[in-house]
């Protein structure tokens, strides 16, 4: 464990700089520490295994981190880096053009969906900047501070449950050596047809018979975020 430090990640790299060294830096910790979640998963990033991604010594990443909850803060902080900037776009246009970055942004990440409770929730200045301009974008439509708050957290649930699935059956086809959604619905053909040949479940069988898009899945989260926001929308009078 290092040097416990006071003041939060943000509020101590934002003092003045030590001398500088050439190995290490913030942005080269949380580059690197991003490459390796992408490439081998959450569970490859430790502080050992960064330092030697680094190629420095174990307790080198200390001199700016407290410890793994800081390095994971970072990473989030590093991957939302990219502004958002809803110039011009009305309420509901902003939201979907948020929805549809942030969703790039996870399918980019997929280790962004199995973060630790307290890196899910943590707070970065970048993703503050993302809640800010989001908010800016709903304020002046009569709406109270609590409502704002519900619809950004609305269309942020949505975003986070319908990649969650898309990110799930992309990795279980790949992991199992799948030959797409073909492949996975003949992998779990034998569980559906006992389940369907019960009877019980006819509105679902009707999907699996008359469906066309099920590997449509940027189709299906368009048409659910849109959904969402004309309810919104109807919902507010707005």
């Not at 369907?196 to 368009?222: S, V």
């Not at 926001?229 to 919902?235: K, N, P, V």
Request: hydrophobic share 45%; with cysteine; glycine share 8%.
């Amino acid at each position: 464990m290092g040097t416990e430090k006071p003041g939060s990640l943000w509020e101590r790299l934002e003092r003045p700089a030590p001398a500088p060294r050439q190995t290490l830096s913030p942005e080269r910790i949380a580059s690197t520490a991003v490459a390796l979640a992408d490439a081998e998963g959450l569970e490859a990033v430790t502080m050992r295994r960064l330092a030697a991604e680094l190629g420095v010594a174990p307790m080198a990443p200390y001199r700016y981190l407290s410890g793994k909850d800081d390095l994971l803060d970072l990473m989030v902080d590093h991957v939302y880096a990219e502004p958002w900037t809803p110039d011009g776009l009305g309420w509901r246009e902003a939201l979907r053009d948020l929805a549809f970055r942030t969703r790039e942004l996870t399918l980019a990440h997929p280790w962004l969906g199995r973060l630790p409770l307290r890196a899910k929730l943590a707070l970065t200045p970048n993703r503050m900047a993302v809640a800010e301009q989001a908010l800016a974008v709903l304020d002046g439509h009569d709406m109270d501070a609590d409502t704002m708050m519900s619809v950004f957290r609305a269309v942020d649930a949505y975003v986070e449950g319908a990649t969650g699935y898309e990110t799930a059956v992309t990795e279980l086809i790949d992991d199992e050596g799948l030959a797409g959604g073909d492949g996975l619905r003949s992998e779990l053909a034998p569980t559906m047809v006992w389940l369907t040949g019960t009877g019980r479940y006819p509105a679902f069988e009707k999907y699996l018979r008359t469906a066309t898009r099920k590997d449509d899945a940027e189709w299906r989260f368009a048409h659910g975020l849109d959904c969402l926001l004309e309810g919104i929308a109807a919902r507010l009078g707005i």
